[in-house]
């Protein structure tokens, strides 16, 4: 074989295997503490799930998927769009899509597009209503994660963790219970007191007692 054809083979290998490798890859998502993802949304509302159909349009790729929704609460972006009666979504998973079922009620954050269009995805925080903790709830209806979206949630791999500035909020969940659904981000919301100080507040708060600033794993 000829070094021609063999630069040519090495091309298509190497094109395919990289191919191969997007889709074995799909779409991942880094964990974040729902709060982070709250704060990164341009709106988060509580929506019934009333139809899917796949589109095709001029203000969408195609292949989208388009849920049509009853919005029942709006926790942010009224200041973009009062009512939401559509969100979209790519169709296929590799491409962050994300399926929800018709009438079930979730709690939605997305983001807004081109033409006023809400898209949402793998990565976004969107959780079947009733499968919300009380405090999660709870949070969202008295603006608890809003007002903390000045400050920052640190994520915390491994021990020992980096001491938070007065800014900051360290979030344990991936380090101690190793998942990222864990008591802080079930129970726990970063909030800013008077002094202008970050801290957790909910059943789920680090506490310093725990030693997770210093010392040895």
Request: aromatic share 8%; charged share 15%; glycine share 8%.
């Amino acid at each position: 074989m000829n070094t021609l054809m063999t630069g040519l083979l090495f091309s298509v290998l190497l094109i395919l295997t990289l191919r191969l490798q997007e889709l074995v890859d799909g779409c991942t998502c880094l964990p974040v503490h729902p709060q982070v993802t709250f704060c990164n949304s341009d709106i988060v509302i509580r929506a019934l799930v009333t139809r899917k159909r796949l589109i095709s349009s001029n203000k969408v790729e195609p292949g989208t998927i388009q849920y049509a929704v009853k919005q029942e609460k709006m926790y942010k972006g009224f200041e973009m769009k009062k009512m939401v009666e559509y969100v979209y979504t790519a169709s296929s998973s590799a491409a962050c899509g994300v399926e929800l079922e018709t009438n079930i009620q979730y709690l939605i954050t997305g983001q807004f597009g081109i033409h006023g269009i809400i898209h949402i995805g793998i990565c976004n925080w969107i959780v079947p209503w009733d499968e919300l903790t009380s405090l999660q709830k709870w949070n969202l209806k008295w603006n608890k994660y809003e007002t903390g979206c000045s400050c920052q949630i640190v994520s915390c791999h491994g021990l020992p963790c980096s001491t938070p500035t007065k800014a900051q909020c360290v979030w344990t969940d991936l380090v101690f219970e190793k998942t990222p659904a864990g008591s802080q981000a079930k129970n726990s919301a970063c909030t800013k007191h008077d002094d202008g100080s970050c801290h957790w507040s909910g059943e789920g708060s680090a506490s310093v007692n725990e030693n997770i600033y210093y010392g040895e794993p």
